[in-house]
Nanobody
């Protein structure tokens, strides 16, 4: 019933920009903390950015200053705006919502940074 649908992934050149979106359904989105995680081949999943229900954001050091996380509680969507992309940003990016004992994940969207 609960569903998170991610979009916006694709192939982009180094230095380029890309924006990911996560659309939630069947949840009270405004109460959830939203996060973006990523997992590169052969590596563990890592937290990229989080935004609380109150709008406070945190970022991984590797993306700080380049990525921006945002949320729209009316449209029930979370976004990740990525700029100055590097090959090391290549990964599958996942959307996550958390509230109390509830924890939901999207299917992931591939981001490939390559020339």
């Amino acid at each position: 019933q609960v569903q998170l649908v991610e979009s916006g992934g694709g192939l982009v050149q180094p230095g380029g920009s890309l924006t990911l979106s996560c659309e939630a359904s069947a949840v009270m989105f405004k109460f959830y903390d939203a996060s973006w995680y990523r997992q590169a081949p052969g590596k563990q999943r890592e937290l990229v950015a989080s935004i609380t229900s109150g709008g406070n954001s945190v970022y991984a050091d590797s993306v700080k200053g380049r990525f921006t996380i945002s949320r729209d509680n009316v449209e029930e969507r979370a976004h990740l705006r990525m700029s100055s992309l590097k090959p090391d940003d290549t990964a599958v990016y996942y959307c996550n919502l958390k509230w109390r004992g509830f924890d939901y994940w999207g299917q992931g969207t591939q981001v490939t940074v390559s020339s």
